[in-house]
């Protein structure tokens, strides 16, 4: 299996909303470096025991962190977790903490541009090309990004 098999077939596995939780909740401790909570490691080793092919863990988490477009910040306001990509062939994307979706890559980027507009510390979450929008890692967050994050509920509540 090549690793857009690996991660077809987990999704399958996993259904949607849980296939997008355990990718929002990969701990992305840098470009490359990835650490799994304990549910989602018991999770691949079930896919793996299940599996037809023959599949290491090890395998299956780096198809899984195979892709940098699956790591997005959410763009939604109050929201401080991670957008996936649902299906890389149609570019369709999903926040399984907010429930929120994007039907188009470009669709999520417009929704990017305009929550850095609004609220600059969220530019440090990506890497604004003139083209195309690149997930930073975590450790360029602004180091207070949830506490942040979290007084946006202000703007909720009282839009004006
Ligand atoms: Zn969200």
């Known amino acids: 299996m090549n690793s857009t098999e690996i991660i077809a077939s ?3 596995y996993c259904g949607n909303d849980k296939f997008s939780r355990f990718l929002s909740k990969f701990q992305r401790e840098s470009r490359t470096v990835y650490k799994l909570w304990h549910w989602q490691a018991e999770l691949v080793d079930a896919f793996v025991a299940q599996s037809e092919a023959v ?3 090890h395998e299956v988490v780096e198809a899984l962190s195979d892709g940098k477009e699956f790591m997005f910040a959410c763009p939604t306001p109050t929201c401080e977790y991670i957008v996936t990509c649902l ?6 994307w999903f926040c399984g903490e907010c429930g929120v979706g994007w039907e188009t ?3 999520l980027f417009t929704a ?5 507009a ?9 890497i604004i ?5 690149e997930p930073a890692p975590r450790s360029q967050y602004a180091p207070d990004y949830s506490e942040l994050v ?5 703007d909720a509540r009282d839009p004006n």
Request: net charge positive; glycine share 0%; hydrophobic share 30%.
């Open 150 to 154: 979290r007084t946006e509920w202000d």
């Open 118 to 126: 609004r609220y600059p510390y969220r530019r440090q979450c990506y």
């Open 55 to 57: 599949l290491s863990a």
């Open 112 to 116: 990017i541009q305009e929550i850095t």
């Open 87 to 92: 299906d890389r062939a149609t570019s369709q």
């Open 10 to 12: 987990f999704r399958v």
């Open 105 to 107: 890559t470009a669709a």
């Open 129 to 133: 090309n003139q083209d195309t929008i």
